[in-house]
């Protein structure tokens, strides 16, 4: 198979990420729930994985590193832990499901919402974020990167918007954590949301959030924490405030392998690959007739994501036929991104996703380009 779905998850894991889940599942015990030797080596490798997503992400504090089973835990965490009945929170047009059902939910209940609109390129609007504040305005919310264009946001100046209006910022780096270079203190980023199974190559049912020290976010689940287990509420310390139950260290430790890669092959290097990837595709199909390529290619830099439709075929259409003549994996439809696909005009169509990892060769782009000119040729 020429796996191209790597925005949903990356297939092929770096080999050490196999072999560290193996062994933790046959070595470690729970972390923080005892003092044998089993119990501490696992607490010590979580703290350690901490630590690497600190120095990845620039988060001053290993112990402000939350983790959780996805990206979608992470910022309902951040998301119910920060807004409150009567504040105001402004995102936009790229947002993901994970975000916008969320606030969804909280606009039943006195939250109040806006979105910074999204052209027919999917770009938003960067000066709409300063016009929409108001006085309850309690935080901005946006992706990096959208799921479905590739096109990235400059979270670097809606940062410094936050910090001018006293907002706190918080940003969805699904699409870009591992592939992008990301450092929270020099982009003004409060509250940094991310999973460990797409560009970060860890294992599913891995991810977390870092947070800015000083920043306040309510337990949005409680339970067992290995500490302080006479008290009622939670404790209030990071990261146990946020981290319920037994954590997946066999997963942690996946991703930990995963990160020691990506940090001897270099966040740069990596994304500099899969830009490439990108480009040598877009640069084979955009020009064929009869297919149309969603998204702002000017961009220099953005994710390796190329969605496209032929003519007025159905997405889902596309995307089995790839799969069952050519053997390439996509993902059609909708891609949890209902407002983008309003914004770009692909509502009942939907649009077949390509998104490129650093194990991708430039055989398989050249195949799934071939693919594409087959299925759009008269």
């Known amino acids: 198979m020429i796996y191209l779905d790597n925005a949903a998850t990356t297939r092929q894991k770096p080999p050490q990420v196999i072999e560290a889940v193996v062994q933790a599942m046959t070595t470690m015990g729970n972390a923080s729930r005892g003092a044998h030797g089993s119990a501490l080596q696992a607490a010590r490798a979580v703290y350690d994985a901490r630590c690497k997503l600190a120095r990845l992400f620039g988060c001053p504090r290993p112990d402000h590193v939350v983790f959780t089973c996805n990206a979608t835990e992470a910022l309902n965490i951040a998301i119910h832990g920060i807004l409150s009945p009567g504040d105001h929170v402004i995102s936009t047009d790229l947002e993901h499901n994970s975000v916008l059902r ?37 935080a901005i919310i946006c992706t990096h990167a959208s799921n479905l264009t590739g096109n990235l946001v ?39 949301c991310f999973t460990g199974h797409k560009g970060l190559m860890g294992p599913q049912g891995t991810g977390g959030l870092c947070i800015r020290p000083g920043v306040e976010i309510r337990p949005w689940k409680v339970g067992g924490s290995g500490v302080q287990s006479y008290r009622k509420e939670q404790p ?10 037994t954590l997946n260290s066999h997963g942690i430790m996946g991703l ?19 830009q490439d990837l990108m480009r040598r595709f877009y640069e084979g199909v955009s020009p064929l007739p009869g297919v149309t390529v969603y998204g ?7 994710a390796a994501i190329v969605s496209l439709n032929i003519g007025d075929l159905d997405s889902g259409e596309v995307s089995d036929l790839l799969s069952q003549a050519y053997n390439i994996a996509t993902r059609p439809g909708a891609h949890c991104a209902p407002r983008m ?13 390509f998104s490129f990892s650093w194990f991708n060769t430039e055989e398989e782009i050249d195949a799934a380009v071939r693919a594409v000119a087959s299925i759009a040729a008269p």
Do not use: C, N, W
């Not at 939910?105 to 504040?133: T, W, Y």
């Not at 930990?256 to 899969?274: M, N, P, Q």
């Not at 914004?343 to 996703?353: E, I, P, S």
């Open 102 to 138: 969320p606030l969804y939910r909280l606009e039943r209940h006195g939250v109040s919402v806006s979105f910074v609109p999204a052209d027919r390129q999917g770009r938003p609007d960067l000066s709409a974020f300063s016009a929409l504040i108001r006085p309850e305005t309690k």
């Open 154 to 192: 400059d979270v670097a100046r809606v940062g410094a918007i936050a910090r001018a209006h006293g907002l706190l910022f918080l940003v969805d780096a699904s699409q870009t954590a591992g592939a992008v270079p990301i450092h929270m203190g020099e982009m003004g980023i409060d509250i940094l």
């Open 236 to 245: 209030e310390e990071y990261p146990t405030r946020l981290e319920a139950g």
């Open 256 to 274: 930990s392998a995963a990160l020691d890669f990506i940090a001897e092959t270099g966040v740069e290097t990596i994304a500099r690959r899969e």
């Open 296 to 302: 702002d290619f000017s961009q220099p830099h953005r």
């Open 341 to 353: 696909h309003q914004a770009l005009g692909t509502t009942r169509q939907g649009a077949v996703r």
